[in-house]
């Protein structure tokens, strides 16, 4: 149970900017506020659904990846990828890092599917390992419930996922091959969760 809260509350992150060779900027639409150009925007989440990724693309030497391009892309709230099978995704999209491999994903919280609500990111860049920031994922109404537990469970799991941490941990998955379950699971015993 503690181990799938963990796979659940791992939520991946990657996101990008404007390449170089792009013209001229676009002009902020008036009465908006302008949007930097690593920031994508994934449909119209209704108030209070909306879900934010944040983070930067690091190269294996430490220094922030610019101008790569992600690809990223989840389920709408119902659980679907596509309204027909092997149709296009409903919720998806691509950016570009910024000059300091930052991205930003605004979009509206993921539904179940393949046991939880994540989101997909693919990098295009073989020389990439991402950081992932870690977010939990939960219904507002469920998380209200039992705020005090979760907080509890959140702060325990966080407290020792620094970027060294969690650089071994991806490296476990992305390098080594091990099943995120399993490099979950170890985790979870490492800090005496299970």
Same mark, same amino acid.
């Given at each position: 149970m503690v181990a799938k809260a963990l796979i659940l509350a791992l939520a991946l992150t990657a996101s990008l900017t404007r390449p170089a060779s792009t013209p001229e900027p676009k002009k902020p639409i008036p009465g908006r506020a302008a949007t930097p150009s690593w920031t994508l925007?994934?449909?119209?989440?209704? #108030?209070? #659904?909306?879900?934010?990724?944040?983070?930067?693309?690091?190269? !294996? &030497?430490?220094?922030?990846?610019?101008?790569?391009? %992600? @690809? +990223?892309? @989840? !389920? &709408?709230?119902?659980?679907?990828?596509?309204?027909?099978?092997?149709?296009?995704?409903?919720?998806?999209?691509? $950016?570009? !890092?910024?000059?300091?491999?930052?991205?930003?994903?605004? !979009?509206? $919280?993921?539904?179940? #599917?393949?046991?939880?609500?994540?989101? @997909?990111? $693919? %990098?295009? &860049?073989?020389?990439?390992?991402?950081?992932?920031? $870690?977010?939990? +994922?939960f219904q507002n109404e469920v998380y209200t419930e039992n705020a005090d537990v979760y907080d509890e469970l959140a702060a325990t799991i966080f407290e020792g996922l620094d970027e060294a941490k969690m650089a071994e941990l991806n490296a476990q998955v992305d390098v080594d091959g091990q099943p995120v379950e399993q490099v979950a699971e170890g985790y979870l015993e490492e800090i005496g969760m299970l």
């Open positions: 925007r994934i449909g119209s989440p209704p #108030a209070g #659904a909306k879900y934010v990724i944040e983070g930067r693309v690091i190269g !294996t &030497d430490g220094r922030p990846r610019r101008n790569l391009r %992600v @690809h +990223t892309h @989840h !389920t &709408d709230a119902a659980g679907n990828y596509s309204a027909m099978p092997n149709g296009p995704f409903l919720r998806a999209g691509e $950016l570009r !890092t910024s000059v300091l491999g930052q991205y930003r994903v605004e !979009t509206e $919280l993921p539904g179940m #599917a393949e046991g939880n609500p994540h989101v @997909h990111f $693919l %990098v295009e &860049d073989p020389g990439v390992m991402i950081l992932y920031n $870690l977010s939990f +994922t």
